[in-house]
């Protein structure tokens, strides 16, 4: 069965840090790129960060540029992304996804994507 499953979400201080987990089962997401997404209340889902399948190359938008970053784990089937200095506007729904495109050009189209975890929650709140 093909599957995403993400991880990690919770419940966090501002200034405070979580790691997200994107586990793939019934296919090797080393040979797809992935992307991850998030959903605020009332707000369309938008792309936040991908990482390609060839080259390794990582994308971000920029409201998560030097807090956030992305790595895989090929041995556990995983894409990770860590995300540092939270701030309330980072509180959402975040999604992974993963997409046969070997490279992360116009990542945040999400009709690229074929595989969609179901979302973790994460909440930035003092």
């Known amino acids: 069965q093909v599957q995403l499953v993400e991880s990690g979400g919770g419940l966090v201080q501002p200034g405070g840090s979580l790691r997200l987990s994107c586990a793939a089962s019934?296919?090797?997401?080393?040979?797809?790129?992935v992307g991850w997404f998030r959903q605020a209340p009332g707000k369309e889902r938008e792309g936040v960060s991908c990482?390609?399948?060839?080259?390794?190359?990582?994308y971000y938008r920029d409201s998560v540029k030097g807090r956030f970053t992305i790595f895989r784990d090929n041995a556990k089937n995983t894409v990770y992304l860590q995300m540092n200095n939270l701030k309330p506007e980072d509180t959402a729904v975040y999604y992974c996804?993963?997409?046969?495109?070997?490279?992360?050009?116009?990542?945040?189209?999400?009709?690229?994507?074929?595989?969609w975890g179901q979302g973790t929650q994460v909440t930035v709140s003092s």
């Open positions: 019934g296919f090797t997401l080393n040979y797809y790129g």
């Open positions: 990482i390609s399948s060839n080259l390794g190359s990582r």
């Open positions: 996804a993963a997409t046969a495109f070997a490279d992360c050009s116009d990542y945040a189209s999400q009709s690229r994507y074929t595989y």
